[in-house]
Every structure is written in C-alpha cells, then in structure tokens.
T-cell receptor, first 111, second 113 residues
C-alpha cells in the first residue's frame, strides 16, 4: 500500500470557491512538504510543516499538520486561475531520507 | 540567487542509447537529489549526492547512475535506454542533508523511441 495518500486525485472548482486537499501518511512524519507543479515543469516549494498542530499560510494558501503528525491538509481560499496545477505532498519520515511523494492532486479552476 | 538549473530541457533518444543529464544546484547547496516522474508511478526517488558521495539510492536498476562534482554540480546517466525510461527527470538541491527543504529544477523531459 502507498505510504502517502493524497485526495482527491483531481478537483475542478469555480473561481472564487474554497477547496481542501488532503495528504495522509501511514507512518508518523518527521516533516511534510507541499509543492505545486505546472504540467511538465518543476516543483515549486509552497510550505513545510514539522510540528504537530502546526499551521502555515502564504497568501491564500494554508497548510496544517495534525497533532499526530500523520495527516496534512492544504486549503485554498477564494481560488483563482493562477492556483491551477498539480499539488504534491512530500513526506520526510526520518529527517535524513529522501522525500516520498503522493500521487498529486490536479486542480482546475474555471471561470 | 539563481535557482536549480537542468540541461538539456528536452531530449529524444532511441532504445539502447545512453544519456547524460546535468543539474546545477542553488549556490551554496551541497545536496543534490534526482527523481523520475511518470504518469503511472508519480515521483520516484533515484539517488542523492552530498559532498560528492552517494548517500541514498532508490529502487532503480544499475543502468541508472550518477555523480557529483566538487562544485556540487551533478550528472545522472542512463545506459541502454528502454522505452519505459521516458519520463520527466527532476533534480532538487538542498543546503545540507537531513530535513532540509529541497528546491527543484525545471526538469529534463526524456523521450525514448
């Protein structure tokens, strides 16, 4: 089974609506990273969470890590076309190991 | 600071050939990791180099190899290319190893015919 599950796989929202993407780990996380990718391009770093209960925001994007450090959510408020892309969560399980990525959530924002 | 750069951006090869991809990390970053991204498997870790030493290796065949130079630049090589090697190859750099944020390059898209 996958170590890191992302849901939903794809999402179509109307411009101005809020949305949430979830990332669930089968093991306790040392750190959780959120990246955004435009199709066929590199990953853009959004946020990194490390402490249980931690919450970070950047512009209209907020990411949270639960107290048990096994689940994270990414919330976008008042979505815009510029938010469209693939959102990937990456897990650091031991602080000294390569990141394990979820399959990604493809977000489309329609006018 | 300039970001992570990768060359070439696009590459077309035929089965059986070999290919070398290059990655220049962010200035001051000493760790370079390589990932393969395909529609079916997603992002998969290939290997990580730190101070010219391979520190971690993913579950890929020996046809995939890499190295890092003293200036932290890294190359990866794939020999005897197979159709299934068609993918986006991403390089990421971080300041150090262990819990440091990785910053990704734009990737090299390899098509094997």
């Amino acid at each position: 089974s996958q170590e890191l599950e992302q849901s939903p796989q794809s999402l179509i929202v109307q411009e101005g609506k809020n949305l949430t993407i979830n990332c669930t780990s089968s093991k306790t996380l040392y750190g959780l990273y959120w990246y955004k990718q435009k199709y066929g391009e590199g990953l853009i770093f959004l946020m990194m969470l490390q402490k249980g209960g931690e919450e970070k925001s950047h512009e209209k994007i907020t990411a949270k890590l639960d107290e048990k450090k096994q689940q994270s959510s990414l919330h976008i408020t008042a979505s815009q076309p510029s938010h469209a892309g693939i959102y990937l969560c990456g897990a650091d399980f031991r602080g000294n190991t390569p990141l394990v990525f979820g399959k990604g959530t493809r977000l489309s924002v329609i006018a | 600071k300039a970001g992570v750069t990768q060359t070439p951006r696009y590459l077309i090869k035929t089965r059986g050939q070999q290919v070398t991809l290059s990655c220049s990390p962010i200035s001051g970053h000493r760790s370079v990791s390589w990932y393969q991204q395909t529609p079916g498997q997603g992002l998969q870790f290939l290997f990580e180099y730190f101070s010219e030493t391979q520190r971690n290796k993913g579950n890929f065949p020996g046809r995939f190899s890499g190295r890092q130079f003293s200036n932290s630049r890294s190359e990866m090589n794939v020999s005897t290319l197979e159709l299934g090697d068609s993918a986006l190859y991403l390089c990421a750099s971080s300041q150090d190893r262990g819990g440091q944020t990785q910053y990704f390059g734009p990737g090299t898209r390899l098509l094997v015919l």
